[in-house]
């Protein structure tokens, strides 16, 4: 009886964290039609010549073209290429999108607008760390995405993917760095992209260097992994399979449908990125269909896909190759919406914290290890992974720290930091949720503002690089 009671609870916490979740995206999708429409008939006289601005950013892919994958056509505005500023490009999170996808929607709640100089690619929004940072690079140098020979067999998809006719910033190189800034695993992107450049992992690049990257700052940064991932579903025991039955499964199952059915305008707007997986039924047929249902084909039945790379595991995977570099500086700020009262931690509040993250800010302060399940790495506690935002982790956001802590610096005011070193990670907590501080720039109010503008600030004014370095001066 005890266990009919435990299998309705979990079905009942999983049908409302799908409705939750469903509506929240429902809500952002019609927001982006809505606000086009409007648009749209704001500047209906003048739609002849901005249906060309359109097109430039559009990375669809075409009806009939027998490639992999579309070709994305123009670069951002060019005018953005040609001032001495280094750009600044900021990186989207899990389910994110970048400039040209939910029409005029800013991931970053119109962060972009305050320098002149800011970049915002659209990467895949579910494709893995590696994937995405393959495809990052690309987006800037400009060409067509090589995922390497090796890892495409390995995962069983296509080597190459989308062709940027026109990098974003091609002349990107140890003479023109750039700043980044990635919003929860769009940080570990960014360290990932890194350590390939470091790693002179891109084919016909042998001149890539890790001083191609001048600032990484870090916003709600997934470096160690979030015990959300289990309650979404992940199993705890290798952080690699998925539950049988859990939100993730769903989420599968759209995915296949959507990308299988591959609406031409609804991918436009719209997509998850795993073109490359040949997912689409004019490629897979029918019994492609089946196949990627029942797991055994795609980017779920090989793991090449986000959720592995954001367990404990999967992130001390990643971490033990990824390093932190002497001439490159470090920032992250960690969100926090939990509080300790009388011992045990709870929600902070309610109404502060967004409807679809509330639940998940309750569970995962009460996270405990399944015990028949092996620690995910030694020493590991509960009580530690307890304070988070309702996706991440606050321990997780900090600083890389698993399997081994990197160099870092606590920070209560900007200024205790000042002047930066390079080679150290500055952590300072604030409080927020997950997504406080994208997508609705209102729900931030003046934070939002305080936010973006430290950030901005620190890459014009304190982020120098004042000498280059020689090369038997970089230490690995």
């Known amino acids: 009886m005890i266990r009919i009671g435990i299998a309705v609870l979990q079905l009942s916490e999983l049908f409302v964290s799908s409705i939750v979740h469903l509506l929240y995206g429902f809500y952002i999708f019609s927001t982006a039609v809505a606000s086009d429409l409007s648009q749209a008939l704001i500047n209906k006289p003048n739609l002849i010549e901005i249906q060309p601005k359109i097109h430039s950013v559009n990375t ?11 070709v994305v056509a123009a670069a951002e505005d060019d005018d953005k290429n040609n001032g001495l500023l280094p750009p600044i490009v900021l990186v989207h999170g899990i389910f994110g999108f970048g400039k040209g996808r939910l029409g005029g929607l800013s991931y970053f709640a119109g962060a972009e607008k305050k320098d002149e100089r800011v970049l915002v690619p659209d990467l ?77 992992a891109f084919k016909g690049y042998e001149d890539t260097s890790e001083n191609w990257v001048l600032s990484i700052s870090s916003l709600s940064g997934a470096f160690n992994g979030t015990t959300r991932t289990y309650l979404d579903g992940m199993q705890p025991d290798d952080g690699r399979s998925m539950k049988p039955i859990c939100l993730l499964q769903l989420c599968r199952l759209g995915v296949i449908i959507y990308d299988w059915l591959d609406i031409p305008w609804l991918k436009a707007y719209y997509n998850f990125g795993f073109d490359h997986f040949n997912m689409s039924w004019k490629k897979s047929g029918l019994t492609g269909l089946v196949d990627l249902l029942l797991g055994n084909t795609g980017p779920f039945a090989s793991e090449d896909w986000i959720l592995p790379d954001l367990t404990i595991q999967g992130s001390m995977r990643l971490n033990s190759h990824l390093h932190t570099f002497p001439n490159t500086y470090y920032f992250s700020y960690a969100t926090k919406k939990t509080r300790n009262l009388m011992g045990i931690t709870l929600p902070s509040s309610i109404l502060g914290i967004h409807p679809m993250l509330f639940i998940r800010v309750l569970q995962m302060s009460q996270w405990t290890h399944p015990p028949d399940a092996p620690l995910p790495y030694k020493g590991y506690r509960d009580e530690d992974w307890q304070d988070n935002d309702g996706a991440l982790n606050t321990i997780s956001m900090t600083y890389p720290r698993l399997p081994t802590e990197h160099p870092n610096k606590f920070v209560e005011n900007d200024s205790d930091c000042q002047p930066l070193q390079p080679g150290i990670w500055y952590h300072k907590i604030v409080e927020g949720d997950h997504i406080l501080f994208i997508v609705n720039r209102e729900r931030a109010g003046v934070q939002f503002d305080l936010i973006y503008d430290s950030i901005f600030e620190r890459c014009r004014k304190h982020v120098l690089r004042t000498r280059p370095t020689l090369p038997n001066q970089i230490q690995h």
């Open 60 to 70: 669809t892919t075409s009806d009939d073209d027998d490639d992999d994958n579309g």
């Open 124 to 200: 895949g929004s579910l494709t893995s760390i590696y994937d995405r940072a393959r495809e990052l690079f690309y987006y800037l140098k400009g060409g067509q995405v090589d995922y390497g020979e090796e890892h495409s067999k390995t995962y069983g998809h296509s080597q190459f993917g989308r062709d940027y006719e026109q990098g974003n910033y091609p002349e990107w190189d140890e003479d023109h760095p750039i700043h980044f800034v990635g919003h929860s695993a769009g940080a570990q992107v960014v360290r990932a992209l890194q350590q390939m450049l470091a790693d002179k």
